[in-house]
């Protein structure tokens, strides 16, 4: 199997399983205990029906967005993920080209492994940067006002991981940063020989965000110390309407799940919010984005801009979101086994596909423009 029988999401997923250690796999691939959120993600979107029309004359369709100020020539974007140089040695420089052709709106993580300045000074496309809360409040400061210096546009705070997950995968394999892992975990490294090849023979892997914070060498702190020792629990609404002020700009709260934290996020001054359960790597049981968007667009899309992530795997279910009313749609594995399976050309294919499915969808439904979707066009089961 290669890149060109790669036609959808599974095919992507099934090529980054044969081309990476199974520790690291399982690290894109798992989530927090039974994993029941994480494939309820997806479920979701099952029990929604899409209600086409026809006869509307749809030569010309148009996919693009705005999105807390940013103008995005699709309705969905890249996610900020983590540690993306551990699945292919381009990491963030592959997912921002891609997202430049397209078009659309990229993340930097905090937690990335090329720096947000790097990425900035390449692409002109919009780009958010995603951070933590951190113990350390002359840290947090500090990261914004880098942020700043660099020309990011979109501040990108995430709420829901003031501890790390229990991903049960990843204690099986020993999986961490710097690697601890078990012996099953070790040979899996072993019967994967290009991957290590690739990583050796590339620059040595790091977190720029975070370097001079974090010692990556031999006792190093790992990442799930990181969550368990760096980030502070004790993170209120306070703290979070201080930074909003503080960064007096285009202001995202990733991970709100219930419609009176959107309202609370309105209020403080948020400009966005992304309704997310993580991709169902924290809180296992927690509800699907996609079943609670109706009740926080209700609440608040008419103040602040609602984008979602978890499960979206189709261009059917980003017309579902839409038609709902979320303003667009975060990818995160949907462009992460692509990633791992062909660096830049794969997440460029994928991105590609998705352009394509939407365009074939927004037609199939007889509409021209995403502004023309709305819940007229779904039944719920």
Known sequence: MNLRDCHNFHDFRRLAERRLPGPIFN?????????????RNTKAFEDCDLVPNVLRGVEQVDLSVEVMG????????????????????????????AAAKYGTMFGVSSLGTVSLEELRKAHDTPQVYQFYFH???????????????????????????????????????????????TLAGMLQFAIKPRWGLEYITHERFKLPQLDEHIDMSGGALSIGRYFTEMLDPSMNWDDVAEMVRSWNGQFCLKGIVSADDARRAAEIG???IVISNHGGRQLDGSRASFDQLAEIVDAVGDRIDVLMDGGVQR???????????????????????????????????????????????????????VSQLSRDNLRFR
């Open 70 to 97: 940013q103008k995005l020539a699709l309705p969905v974007y890249c996610s900020p993920t983590a540690l993306q140089r551990l699945f292919h040695h381009q990491g963030e420089r592959a997912v921002a080209a």
């Open 315 to 369: 261009g059917s279910h980003v017309l579902k979101a839409l038609s709902v009313g979320a303003k667009a749609v975060g990818l995160g594995r949907y462009y992460l086994y692509p990633l791992a399976a062909a660096g830049q050309a794969g997440v460029e294919r994928a991105l590609g596909m998705m352009r394509t499915e939407i365009e074939r969808d927004m037609k199939l439904m007889g509409c021209t423009s």
């Open 135 to 181: 113990r350390d409040r002359g840290l947090n400061r500090a990261m914004m006002q880098r942020a700043k210096d660099a020309g990011v546009q979109v501040m990108m705070l995430t709420v829901d991981s003031i501890t790390g997950g229990n991903r049960e995968r990843d204690l099986r394999t020993g999986f961490s940063i710097p690697f601890r892992l």
């Open 270 to 272: 948020c400009t966005g």
């Open 27 to 39: 690290y894109i691939d798992g989530a927090a205990d039974d994993e029941v959120t994480y494939r």
